[in-house]
């Protein structure tokens, strides 16, 4: 194209690039690094760090917890969320506006705040467990994910074919399983994905519904901060990160990776 | 200010692939030139090129002797009207026609005088201070007209500007364009797949495929005399059949259809007509008749259609199937045999290629 | 039967959960600062009242304006250049901006942990040049929690920016330079001017997220850079002032929502798509 970028331009794209991969990659060297304080480069290199992460018990715990909450709330909000997307598509009409906003309100309002209003008013207040606490907040806070991204892929779906398949005999109910849902694929795996990462990344929920027994890995990260310098959570964070890339690697077999760029 | 436009040896690549070839054109000052084609034949590419969005990778376009290949898009006084009009969403219709005098440096009461007299030519003076946004299909495309006059252009192009739009009002906006063009006696190239829509705009038109030009001629001439057979089947020859000449006797040409049929046909129509040919003809350019005896091609007749004028028979011959027209006094069955005669005025020759 | 009301009953779930788990003890939380028996403004008058609570307040003000006005500012500028490269290249450039925006705040937090801290590499870098001696000390600073923070949000506003660039539509820039204007213009007059609600958008984002963040703060700023949201924390869990704590919250929502339905409503009336 004659409307070249200006080479200026390019070079402070370079930067920010380089500002955002750099200390991911200091974080990956620091928990290959043979020394017990954090450092980079790694001087000597060992994988003692990473076999160190399962000596802990709290570490064993939390990535339990905090697996079992992420996809417990995931299936949860997919669960709740797919049938509200459906509707909030299929009837828009007989439906209030206000209902779509009320479905994003878990991100509008301060994480921090919903899990502070939860520890009082339902742990404390209703005496509910704290699991079953920590799983509403977090299946509150996927849900918007859940809803907007199946909605999106909803909004293209043309219901006439599902009309179509009725007015052929399927059942409504079946008709939504055999037509519906499977162009609506992309949207729920991709919802599931943002649902899981955003879960299993969470602090601001997590930090009041934790107590002893219980606590989520990012929440057990902070804690360890506090005393230890170690390289051992670098090589949780080094965990964290293949998570991501396995999830972006889930992406790009199923959806391909330009789904992410949307 | 009408400059004539020159484009010579133009070839142009998506990457690797070839997607324009060698191609020459030259538009003479105040003429409009059509580049007709279906989509992927070169039209848009070369109207690009033209307007500097691509970049050729050899030729020269030249515009009024002053080479423009290039030079930045932005330097050539374009003036461009798109598909989907290509409005500045966030300004009003008068900013929009007044952008370009903007960019000339006119100061702000004089571009809006101009704006606003060019906005009354296409009639849309009293919305010149809505949103692009609160305008219907015809309107967007009148502004974009304006916005591209109002610089007075040395070249205007037209990338299918009335393709957005429904059949009455193509039929409407394609008239004013002509008469605007006309009116400023700009140069113009106009791309469009419409043939309806080419040959009555233009005063010349370029065929295109595969990134070639098939012909370039008067709508007139591309109609009735084809140079080949692309451009026959593009503008109706449905039926080409190989024929061969035995005699050549005074005013007519005696030719062999397969089947050895023998047709006599008009110097005075085809001209010279080499030893072997392909004879062109429209289903009007074939009549069918039941008479056994009449000088044409011995058919079986398939499925017949209604066409309101005349009954159109699907029909089987020696030549392969050809598409033929019958009169609605004597509507013929199916499977009954009849004869094809060649209708000289809606036939043509065209050389074996 | 019921087909009048199928779209209440499917999405009669999700907004029961939302309205029992979201709305009522949210604003319950808030209207437990209302009705004190001090009075009803009491919890807010002893808020105003104290001098740190106010310094942290103006503290958190001024680490998301400056967080802000520095990611959208860097992530315009990058998602420009993203937009306007070629296919592979740009693909590559997104996927490097997702991984960041899909690894974790702490990760990400902890990440400069590594880089600003004493022995950090910063420091290390610095004494290894000769440029100074003894270590600075940069963490637990503002600067600190704001580098971090803009670290956070210049991904996010890079991915944003580049959907919102990528959906000005190519024609309607090459209608620019048919129209004589250079590519300095262009972006003047027609990118800009076209990218303005994506950018308010965006800043909403990155506004109430720095507004409300704990994790960054905490590792970054610690003690000596309390900000709201770590000082909320330190409220109801340490202190267990919960009170307090519930008029941090409140006022947290209130800025959040003032913040987002301004903002909104600025970028409804300056987008012309809307129309």
């Known amino acids: 194209m004659p409307n070249r970028l200006h080479p200026a331009l390019i070079g402070f794209a370079v930067l920010v690039y380089l500002f955002l991969m750099g200390p991911l990659v200091i974080v990956f060297g620091a928990a290959l690094s043979d020394t017990t304080f954090l450092t980079f480069p790694p001087q000597g290199l060992t994988l003692r760090w990473f076999e160190r992460i399962f000596e802990i018990g709290a570490f064993r715990r939390t990535i339990v917890t905090s697996v079992e909450i992420a996809f417990l709330a995931t299936a949860l909000a997919l669960l709740i969320g797919i049938p509200a997307a459906y509707a909030l598509n299929r009837y828009r009409i007989q439906l209030p506006a206000w209902l779509s906003t009320l479905f994003v309100l878990p991100i509008l309002v301060p994480e921090i705040v919903l899990g502070f209003s939860l520890l009082r008013l339902v742990a404390v207040g209703q005496s509910a467990p704290i699991f079953l606490t920590l799983l509403i907040g977090h299946t509150l806070i996927v849900l918007p994910y859940c809803v907007r991204v199946i909605s999106a892929s909803l909004a293209s779906f043309d219901f006439s074919i599902e009309e179509a398949a009725i007015s052929l005999g399927s059942r409504p109910i079946k008709t939504f399983f055999t037509i519906v849902l499977p162009n609506v694929r992309s949207g729920v795996i991709a919802a599931f994905i943002l649902a899981f990462i955003t879960s299993i990344n969470?602090?601001?929920?997590?930090?009041?519904?934790?107590?002893?027994?219980?606590?989520?890995?990012?929440?057990q990260i902070l804690a360890h901060v506090e005393q230890f310098f170690d390289p051992v959570i670098a090589s949780v964070s080094v965990l964290l990160m293949l998570l991501t890339v396995a999830v972006m690697a889930i992406v790009e077999r199923t959806l391909g990776l330009t789904f992410l760029a949307k | 200010m009408t400059h004539p436009l020159a484009v010579e040896h133009l070839t142009a690549h998506y990457g690797t692939t070839k997607v324009l070839d060698d191609l020459s054109l030259s538009v003479g000052a105040g003429e409009l030139v059509s580049l007709l084609g279906a989509s992927g034949c070169g039209k848009t590419t070369t109207l690009r090129l033209i307007a500097g969005f691509l970049e050729p990778t050899a030729?020269?376009?030249?515009?009024?002797?002053?080479?423009?290949?290039?030079?930045?898009?932005?330097?050539?006084?374009?003036?461009?009207?798109?598909?989907?009009?290509?409005?500045?969403?966030?300004?009003?219709?008068?900013?929009?026609?007044?952008?370009?005098?903007?960019?000339r440096g006119i100061a702000t009461a004089e571009r809006n005088k101009r704006a606003r007299a060019m906005l009354e030519r296409v009639g849309l003076d009293q919305l010149a201070d809505r949103l692009p946004g609160a305008l219907s299909g015809g309107q967007k495309q009148r502004v974009a007209l304006a916005r591209a006059l109002v610089i007075e252009p040395p070249l205007l192009m037209f990338d299918e500007p009335l393709s957005n739009l429904d059949a009455k009002l193509r039929v409407d906006m394609r008239v004013e364009i002509r008469q605007l063009q006309r009116a400023n006696n700009t140069t113009a190239v106009y791309v469009t797949h419409d043939q309806e829509e080419a040959f009555s705009i233009s005063d010349r038109v370029a065929i295109m495929h595969q990134g070639r030009i098939m012909q370039l001629d008067t709508p007139e001439v591309l109609y009735q005399r084809p140079a080949n057979a692309f451009v026959a089947r593009f503008v109706g020859f449905e039926n080409l059949i190989p024929m061969k000449v035995t005699a050549r006797d005074g005013d007519d040409v005696t030719a062999q259809a397969p089947g050895g049929v023998a047709l006599a046909?008009?110097?005075?129509?085809?001209?010279?007509?080499?030893?072997?040919?392909?004879?062109?003809?429209?289903?009007?350019?074939?009549?069918?008749?039941?008479?056994?005896?009449?000088?044409?091609?011995p058919a079986t007749l398939g499925l017949r259609t209604y066409l309101g004028r005349a009954y159109q028979y699907q029909c089987e011959t020696e030549a392969g199937p050809l598409i033929a027209n019958g009169p609605l006094s004597s509507p013929l069955e199916l499977g009954s045999v009849a004869r094809l005669v060649p209708v000289p005025d809606q036939c043509c020759v065209l050389r074996v290629e | 039967m019921l087909k009048r009301f199928a779209g209440w009953?499917?999405?009669?779930?999700?907004?029961?959960?939302v309205v029992v788990f979201l709305v009522l003890p949210v604003a319950a939380t808030i209207t437990a600062t209302f009705i004190e028996p001090a009075g009803i403004i009491a919890p807010y008058q002893a808020f105003f009242s104290s001098g740190f609570r106010r310094t942290v307040l103006w503290r958190t003000l001024e680490i998301s304006l400056i967080t802000t006005i520095i990611s959208v500012a860097v992530g315009f500028l990058t998602a420009y250049v993203v937009a306007r490269s070629p296919g592979r290249i740009k693909s590559l450039l997104i996927i490097a901006a997702v991984f960041p925006l899909l690894t974790g705040v702490v990760v990400r937090s902890f990440a400069w942990?590594?880089?600003?801290?004493?022995?950090?590499?910063?420091n290390n870098f610095l004494i290894g040049m000769g440029i100074t001696d003894e270590p600075f000390s940069m963490l637990y600073t503002q600067g600190s929690v704001i580098v971090a923070m803009v670290y956070l949000f210049v991904p996010l506003m890079v991915l944003t920016l580049v959907g919102v660039l990528e959906n000005i539509p190519d024609d309607v820039v090459q209608a620019a330079a048919s129209l004589g204007a250079s590519p300095a213009a262009t972006f003047r007059q027609v990118i800009f001017p076209l990218a303005v609600?994506?950018?308010?958008?965006?800043?909403?984002?990155?506004?109430?997220?720095?507004?409300?963040?704990?994790?960054?703060?905490?590792?970054?700023?610690?003690?000596s850079q309390m900000v709201m949201g770590t000082l909320m924390y330190q409220r109801a869990m340490v202190a267990f002032d919960w009170v307090s704590a519930s008029t941090i919250a409140a006022i947290m929502v209130v800025v959040t929502v003032a913040v987002v339905l301004f903002m909104t409503r600025a970028a409804r009336r300056l987008n012309p798509m809307a129309t």
């Not at chain 2, 009024?64 to 290949?69: F, Q, R």
Request: charged content about 15%; hydrophobic content about 45%; cysteine-free.
């Open chain 3, 9 to 17: 009953t499917l999405s009669a779930p999700a907004t029961t959960l």
């Open chain 2, 59 to 103: 030729g020269t376009i030249t515009l009024g002797g002053e080479d423009l290949t290039r030079l930045p898009a932005y330097k050539r006084h374009i003036g461009l009207v798109f598909q989907n009009y290509a409005l500045f969403p966030h300004l009003s219709v008068l900013d929009n026609v007044a952008f370009g005098l903007k960019q």
């Open chain 2, 265 to 297: 046909l008009p110097k005075a129509r085809f001209g010279d007509i080499p030893d072997d040919f392909v004879l062109a003809a429209r289903a009007d350019g074939l009549a069918v008749t039941a008479d056994p005896d009449a000088k044409g091609l």
């Open chain 3, 197 to 223: 609600p994506g950018l308010i958008v965006g800043a909403v984002l990155v506004f109430t997220g720095s507004f409300t963040a704990y994790a960054t703060p905490q590792l970054l700023g610690g003690e």
């Open chain 3, 113 to 122: 942990l590594i880089i600003l801290g004493r022995n950090g590499i910063l």
């Open chain 1, 202 to 219: 969470d602090v601001s929920v997590s930090l009041f519904l934790t107590g002893p027994g219980i606590s989520t890995l990012p929440i």
